[in-house]
Every structure is written in structure tokens, then in C-alpha cells.
């Protein structure tokens, strides 16, 4: 059957394709009118890459593509979780009211399950789409246009609530942990510190004990006159030796001013010693080595050696702990943000027209499928009934001539019925 029969035969059995067609339309339609009305409400989110509250480059701006849609995909799986679910129930407390588990098809179960299947039921009615840009659209479908709203903008909270969540938790954690290493860092620099404050004493014990060892001491100006006119004494001494006995007044004398200028050196040496060691011990660990050059320069090799090491341990101790505060400061700041990259930026307003059914749109396939519907039986009773309605269909049939056309090929066929019987022959076909 070609299509110029299956038209002719939609023609000759319209009753059958319009019955098909208007039972279909009509049940769709009392179908449509019948079923429970939902109602969808949407809440519009933005999502940005940037973060104005942390000293972290963590959240960095997202420049490739595939990175981009990768954080939004994960963000649409965050607001699809359980657990922004379970936070919009207890938010709500829809187990609680009865108005709103009627909205969402549901009764108050038994057996502490209700709060379960509550879950369930608020992810299946929620969906969570994105496209290319930042902005997430969210919505819900319920049998009440008000609980739709509020259950919306209920899981946009919730959202962001688990995002601040998920951010503040890990820094709070890191900061817990710097705190403790803190102050085992901070042990092991005091602890390094008083070895080193301990080594540079016992170098000044030892350069207070023998100054004359002390480089900057030995070549200090004043030490230098002392130890000059002690040599002088000394000569004046034993020339008076040769002229005087050891119990001459006058030899007496130069014996006691030697002494006082000996007794005068040595002080002077001490109080140099002294000072060049204080200032050795009140230098920093980076000024250690330069301040204590002249003390080092009368200690034996070995014990210069543990000094210097004692400087390294602690630079580097203070350099670890300098390192981890800087990490506590950072995770510190970051553990007290109060918001988050997200911001609503539609939020869901109860929507005026139910979701579901759309009667235009099932009234439209309804007419599709009838017509469908319709042309199947119209061809299934053409196949059981055959008829002849053209003389395509007679010469499909058999083989025997068309004499005459009656009614449907119109003018054409009735002058050729009114014609002579020679003209109407030499008309019509001749024999196959």
C-alpha cells in the first residue's frame, strides 16, 4: 500500500480515524485533568572561584575550562548530597508537620524511619542543573506551591551552611595541629637557646680566667700604655737592684708601684674580657659568630667547633618555628570566615502554575498520537477489507482493462463515458 491509497483509504474511513483520533485526544485530556497537580520552584545560585576571607591562594581563580566545569559538577553534587537533604529536613522540620508530608506524597511513618525516608524523597524531588556559566539552577517539585518555595530556598541555605562547613572544619583542624607543633618547636628553640646562652658563659668564664688569650684585649690602647710603663718599672727595678739593697726605701717603692700598675693591667684586662663576652652572649644567633670572634680566638679549636653548632640549631629551630606560625596564623584566619563563594542570587517564589500535567503540551502529543493511532487502524481494516477505490487498485488486482471511470476521476472520466465507442477505445488502454 503506497501512500495515494493509504490517503484514499483515511478518506473512505474517516469515521474510524476520527473516532481513534478524538477518544485519544479525550483521554489524554481527563487524564490530564484527573492527575495530581505539582508545582516546581526554582532558586538561582552563583557560584565564584575567588575567596575574599582567607591568606591562602588554596581557592584560586579557575582559568581552564575543563577545571570549571569540573568545581561546578562538584558543587552540584555537594547540593545533591544527603547531607544538605537531612539539613533542609531538620531546618524545616517537615517530619513535624503533617501539611508538608502530605505536600510531598508522604504519611508519618513508624520505627524512627521517617526521617530517612524523608531524605529520599527530598532528593528525588530535587534537581540541580548548570550550564557554562557560574550560576547553579536548583529547584524543587512538590503538590504544594509553598512548601516548593520554601523547600528551595530551604536547600539553597543549607548550602551554603555545608560549603562554610566544609571550609571552616579542615582549617580549624590544621590550626589544632600548628598549636600543638608550636609548642614543640617552641621548646626546641628555648632548649637550643639555653645551650647556646650556656656555651657562650663558659667562654666567658674561661676569657674573664685568661684575658691576656683575647686578641681585642691584648691590642686595646690603654692596656698597651699600662703594659708599657709596667716594662718601664720593671727595668727602673732592676737597676735600682744594682745600686740599693731589696730593703732600700727607695727600691721598696718601685716593688710597690710595679704592683699596683700589674694589679691595674689585670683589672683592665678582666673588664675588657668581661665585656667582649657579654657582648658575645647578647647577640643574636645570626650575630653569635662576629660578636664572639675575639673570645673564640683564645678557646681551643674543639670547643669553638660546639659553638658554632649550637648557632646552627638555633637558626634552625627558630626558622621552623617561624615557618609553623606563619602556617597557625593562616589557618587561624581561615577557621574564622563567616561566608562562603556562594550567594543566592534568584530565590524561589511560589510558583502561580502547577509543573505537572502540562495540558497543552500532552493535548499536543495526544493529537500526535491519535492521528498515529488512527492510520493504524485505518491500514489494519484496509488489509482485512480490501477494496477497490481508483483504477490504480483495479489494475493492481487484475490484469483486465479499464473501461470506465465513475465519480472520482471526475470531468475527464465522464467525457470519455459520453464519447463514442471508437474514441473510448482508442482512450483507454489496450490489452496487456
Not at 100 to 106: C, I, Q, S, T, V
Request: charged share 20%; proline share 5%; net charge positive.
Amino acid at each position: 500500500m503506497n501512500l495515494r491509497q493509504l490517503l484514499r483509504a483515511l478518506i473512505a474511513r474517516r469515521r474510524v480515524f476520527f473516532v481513534a483520533l478524538g477518544a485519544v485526544v479525550l483521554a489524554a485530556t481527563l487524564a490530564s485533568l484527573m492527575m495530581p497537580k505539582s508545582y516546581r520552584a526554582t532558586v538561582s545560585l552563583l557560584v565564584d572561584t575567588r575567596d575574599e576571607q582567607s591568606l591562602g591562594d588554596a581557592l584560586r581563580p579557575l582559568v581552564l575550562p575543563q577545571e570549571r566545569m569540573s568545581y561546578l559538577q562538584t558543587q552540584v553534587d555537594i547540593l545533591t548530597s544527603p547531607k544538605v537533604a537531612r539539613a533542609v529536613a531538620q531546618e524545616l522540620r517537615l517530619e513535624e508537620i503533617p501539611g508538608a508530608l502530605a505536600a510531598l506524597g508522604m504519611k508519618r511513618g513508624r520505627g524512627g524511619r521517617t526521617e530517612e525516608l524523608l531524605v529520599e524523597v527530598l532528593r528525588q524531588n530535587f534537581k540541580a542543573e548548570t550550564s557554562q556559566s557560574s550560576v547553579i539552577q536548583a529547584s524543587f517539585t512538590c503538590a504544594d506551591p509553598r512548601w516548593a518555595a520554601a523547600i528551595a530556598n530551604a536547600y539553597a541555605q543549607a548550602y551554603v551552611d555545608t560549603m562554610l562547613e566544609l571550609r571552616v572544619a579542615p582549617t580549624r583542624k590544621a590550626a589544632a595541629w600548628f598549636d600543638e607543633q608550636l609548642k614543640g618547636l617552641r621548646a626546641n628553640l628555648e632548649d637550643a637557646q639555653a645551650k647556646l646562652a650556656q656555651a657562650k658563659l663558659a667562654v666567658q668564664a674561661k676569657a674573664t680566667q685568661h684575658p691576656e688569650s683575647i686578641p681585642r684585649v691584648v691590642d686595646n690602647a690603654f692596656v698597651q700604655q699600662l703594659k708599657g710603663e709596667l716594662l718601664h718599672g720593671e727595668e727602673k727595678l732592676q737597676e735600682l737592684s744594682t745600686q740599693y739593697g731589696v730593703n732600700h726605701p727607695v727600691y721598696r717603692r718601685q716593688i710597690s708601684e710595679n704592683q699596683t700598675l700589674r694589679t691595674r693591667l689585670q683589672t683592665e684586662m678582666r673588664k675588657l674580657a668581661a665585656g667582649a663576652a657579654a657582648a658575645g652572649v647578647e647577640a643574636g644567633p645570626d650575630d653569635a659568630l662576629k660578636a664572639g670572634d675575639a673570645l673564640k680566638a683564645g678557646v681551643p679549636g674543639p670547643q669553638a667547633a660546639d659553638e658554632a653548632v649550637l648557632v646552627r640549631n638555633v637558626q634552625s629551630a627558630e626558622r621552623a618555628y617561624e615557618t609553623a606560625m606563619q602556617r597557625y596564623v593562616v589557618s587561624q584566619v581561615d577557621s574564622r570566615a563567616s561566608q562562603t563563594n556562594v550567594e543566592v542570587l534568584n530565590p524561589a517564589v511560589a510558583p502561580l502554575k502547577p509543573y505537572r500535567p502540562n495540558i497543552t503540551l500532552n493535548i499536543a502529543l495526544s493529537l500526535f498520537t491519535g492521528v498515529v493511532l488512527g492510520g493504524i487502524l485505518v491500514a489494519l481494516l484496509e488489509t482485512q477489507d480490501r477494496r477497490v477505490r481508483s483504477p490504480e487498485d483495479l489494475q493492481s488486482a487484475s490484469r483486465v482493462p479499464v473501461l470506465a471511470v465513475i465519480g472520482e476521476e471526475g470531468r475527464r472520466s465522464a467525457r470519455l463515458l459520453l464519447s463514442p465507442p471508437a474514441t473510448v477505445l482508442r482512450a483507454l488502454p489496450g490489452p496487456q
